[in-house]
């Protein structure tokens, strides 16, 4: 690779401390249990303010940055949040909507779901320019069309999207060219409350994370349900009350667990994970030669010969999971041979692997001969094993690509140091604990304090 920082050189927001220090060449052993999943956490809280009821929330990874930042987004506009260690308890009776905090917005990208709370409160909102991962063009067009769809006023610029206080139509169709997951939530958040109105997705996002925060909506009153070919139907009632739920345990720490199982020739039991939510990565990683088994309490994973390279092209779910490339990369550093990853969804996702680099990981990026689902060129990394990382000075570039550049430092020879570990901390509450508590020489280093 002859670039060194891909093009991260143009971020000048790289942090260099707080940093994380890892001294690789432990196999990781040992049993742990999976933290709350971030991707329904996030649109789980904005959904339990949709109820001037108090919603209970358990399970809920509050250590994460980006958790932190929407509850702060939410309490601005006018939601009660308490946090009692894990749990929340949310209540949306003083929603006042009104112009959010454009820094604490444009750092998180489900600052974006706030316009469908808002759709719900029939309140007025400006939402400047979300932010989240920097892992190509995050557009936001599919969400624009299915408010407008649905018939609230909505005004788009350079600045931001302003949801104009409006009402829904009585009968609405959305149709996305590809199920948008924040699109998909947005619309139901915007849809889900009327005097028996009827909004129905087509091709909406069916992932797990989307299924949690349906099933915790319905259990607030909500009517949502499957019609047909990943159609959502949903009915509006006129306000929904206050329940209690569990978020769903985190499967792409399950993922970044597996990864650093199988790099490190380890051993080690994920508990309360079902292997269904994961089923197409399973899939592939069993063809590495990597043994994984169900059992009644999670997933089993052991290290037992040499991986074998196997490929990958992303796709919405059930396929492949964009989140959980970068993971799969870092574990066919160390395997036998070629292996080719496609990246179909996000077009600036393989920024990680200039860093990789630097350890001694053999990757080319080619460009593709396709187009990502947001229309930007498509690239393929290519990836040759080699039998030996080496520990080096590597930066987060985003939170999965930090994931798997902590994940290659475990199985490097020598120490690795990762700056700009805000990235990491947006998605892993605590991963010194996570691999710490399985063997890993982990530790998070703050020179200043
Ligand atoms: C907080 C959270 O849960 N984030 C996840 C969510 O992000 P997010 O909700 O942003 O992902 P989407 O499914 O909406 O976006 C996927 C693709 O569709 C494109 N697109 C999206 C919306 C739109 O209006 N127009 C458009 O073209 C995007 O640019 C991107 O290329 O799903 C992504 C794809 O699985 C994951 O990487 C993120 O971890
Ligand atoms: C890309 C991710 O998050 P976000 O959409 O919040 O940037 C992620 O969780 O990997």
């Not at 040759?384 to 430092?409: E, F, M, P, Q, W």
């Amino acid at each position: 690779m002859d670039q060194v920082f891909g093009n991260l050189a143009l971020q000048d927001t790289i942090t260099a401390e707080p940093y994380i220090e890892i001294e690789g060449g432990v196999s990781l052993r040992g049993d742990i249990s999976l933290a709350g999943a971030k991707n329904s956490a996030l649109p789980s809280i904005v959904a339990a303010c949709l109820s001037s009821d108090e919603v209970v929330l358990h399970n809920v990874p509050v250590e994460i940055n980006d958790v932190r930042l929407l509850i702060e987004l939410l309490i601005e506009a006018g939601a009660k949040i308490e946090i009692h260690q894990n749990s929340l308890i949310c209540c949306g009776s003083g929603w006042k909507g009104g112009a959010l905090d454009e820094l604490v917005a444009g750092k998180i990208r489900h600052s974006l779901l706030l316009l469908g709370a808002s759709a719900f409160w029939g309140s007025s909102l400006f939402l400047p320019l979300p932010g989240g991962c920097s892992i190509g063009s995050r557009k936001h067009d599919l969400h624009v069309l299915a408010f407008k769809a649905m018939g609230f006023d909505m005004i788009e610029n350079e600045m931001g999207l302003l949801l104009n206080e409006s009402r829904i139509n009585k009968e609405s169709n959305i149709v996305f060219h590809y199920p948008t997951f924040g699109g998909t939530i947005n619309a139901i958040f915007a849809g889900v409350r009327g005097n028996g109105t009827k909004v129905t997705i087509y091709n909406a996002a069916c992932n797990p994370e989307v299924i949690d925060v349906i099933n915790l909506l319905n259990k607030m009153g909500a009517q949502i349900r499957w019609v047909n070919n990943n159609a959502l139907e949903i009915i509006g009632v006129p306000a929904l009350r206050g329940t209690v739920h569990n978020i769903m345990p985190d499967r792409i720490i399950a993922a970044t667990l597996i990864s650093a199982t199988g790099i490190t020739k380890g051993n080690v039991n994920i508990h309360n994970i079902s292997g269904e939510v994961l089923a197409a990565e399973l899939t592939t990683w069993r063809k590495t030669g990597l043994q994984i088994d169900e059992t009644t309490y999670g997933l089993t994973v052991r290290w037992t010969k040499r991986l074998q390279p196997v490929d990958v092209v992303t796709s919405a779910y059930p396929g492949f999971h964009t989140d959980i490339q970068p993971l799969h990369t870092a574990l066919m550093l160390l395997s036998d041979g070629t292996s080719t990853l496609t990246e179909t969804i996000l077009d600036g996702r393989f920024e990680y692997c200039y860093q990789l680099a630097k350890m001694g990981a053999n990757i080319e990026i080619v460009p593709g001969n396709f187009n990502c689902v947001n229309g930007a060129a498509g690239q393929i990394a290519i990836i040759k094993g080699v039998d030996r990382l080496k520990g080096s000075d590597v930066v987060a570039t985003d939170i999965r690509g930090g994931a798997a550049v902590a994940v290659a430092a475990l199985a490097a020879e020598g120490n690795t140091k990762i700056t700009n570990i805000y990235q990491i901390e947006r998605g892993y509450g605590n991963i010194i604990d996570l691999f710490g508590s399985l063997g890993a020489n982990i530790k998070r280093v703050s020179e200043s304090k």
